[in-house]
């Protein structure tokens, strides 16, 4: 079975949410509940189109078929997946999901924080960091050492705009986080009619409070300086997986919102604000939609 809509992104904008809510509708199959990364990571890319195919098995005759990989909207690491997804369907039809940037660097940085090691999440770790990696568990350093996946990825119009180079304005549907949260079944028929589907009402749309950061646990200051040392990856492959997550139990606290240095907040929003502007306008949005306020 072969997928004909793509969620491209962007991470921590509530892409989960969606995917669970689309799939809802009797005639929508959103592949899950991983992600793929199918045209963004070389290793799966080279299983072919055969491979990929072979997540869609379950669609059973479903008019809209896709799947969610946030890593599609990561372009400066992976700038292959736009022109890979042309080639492989043209046709193709995407939607691209953002929030308020600020946030979403916020919530990206906790979501990050909060994976177990290099081998916790198979393959999906990748998307973000090194396999070696550990995200600073200083903010104010990661923004600036982890720039292109926290910061970078937040220019929705120049990620967006590689793939209005390959793809008519009318198979590309932008969705805002803070609408979705305001009104989601008026979002998903808005989907739906997109995704050329009878636009139903799902019964219960509140998976839209999916994947959320505040739920996550990250790790302590201690635990976070051990990952950080260059032997920790061969050393943490020797403990036994009981030990570690019970290690874990201990040394993981409750995620916390991030504070904002006035210097950080400055680096960021000026690496951001005529990017936001342009993307904001393009959607017919007020350039002060979003504050961001430095």
Not at 197 to 202: E, F, K, N, Y
Request: proline residues 7%; contains cysteine.
């Amino acid at each position: 079975m072969r997928p004909n809509f793509l969620i491209i992104g962007t991470a921590k904008a509530g892409t989960t949410s969606l995917s669970l809510s689309l799939n809802e509708h009797p005639d929508v199959f959103v592949s899950g509940p991983d992600e793929v990364h199918f045209f963004s990571f070389d290793e799966l890319y080279s299983r072919g189109p055969e491979w990929y195919e072979t997540l869609f098995a379950e669609a059973r005759g479903c008019r809209a078929v896709g799947e969610k990989s946030n890593s599609y909207t990561v372009r400066r690491h992976y700038p292959e997946a736009p022109r890979r997804i042309a080639e492989y369907d043209p046709s193709t039809k995407l939607i691209y999901m953002v929030r308020h940037p600020l946030k979403r660097i916020e919530s990206l940085w906790v979501e990050m924080r909060s994976w177990r090691g290099p081998r916790s999440i198979p393959h999906l770790e990748l998307v973000f960091l090194n396999k070696n990696e550990v995200i600073h568990h200083s903010f104010d350093r990661a923004v600036r050492e982890n720039r292109e996946f926290l910061v970078d990825s937040a220019n929705y119009w120049s990620e967006l705009g590689v793939y209005r180079e390959l793809f008519p304005d009318d198979q590309i549907l932008v969705l805002f986080l803070e609408d979705f949260r305001k009104d989601p079944d008026r979002e998903l028929k808005r989907c739906f009619e997109f995704l050329d589907v009878d636009p139903i009402s799902v019964e219960d749309p509140s998976s839209t409070h999916a994947n959320r950061s505040k739920d996550k646990r990250v790790p302590t200051r201690t635990l976070s300086m051990v990952r950080s040392l260059p032997w920790y990856g061969a050393w943490s492959e020797l403990i036994p997986g009981r030990v570690k997550r019970l290690g874990y139990r201990f040394l993981k606290a409750p995620a916390r919102k991030p504070d904002w240095q006035d210097s950080t907040r400055a680096f960021v929003v000026d690496r951001l604000r005529e990017d936001t502007e342009r993307f904001l306008q393009s959607c017919g949005r007020p350039t002060d939609f979003w504050d961001l306020g430095a």
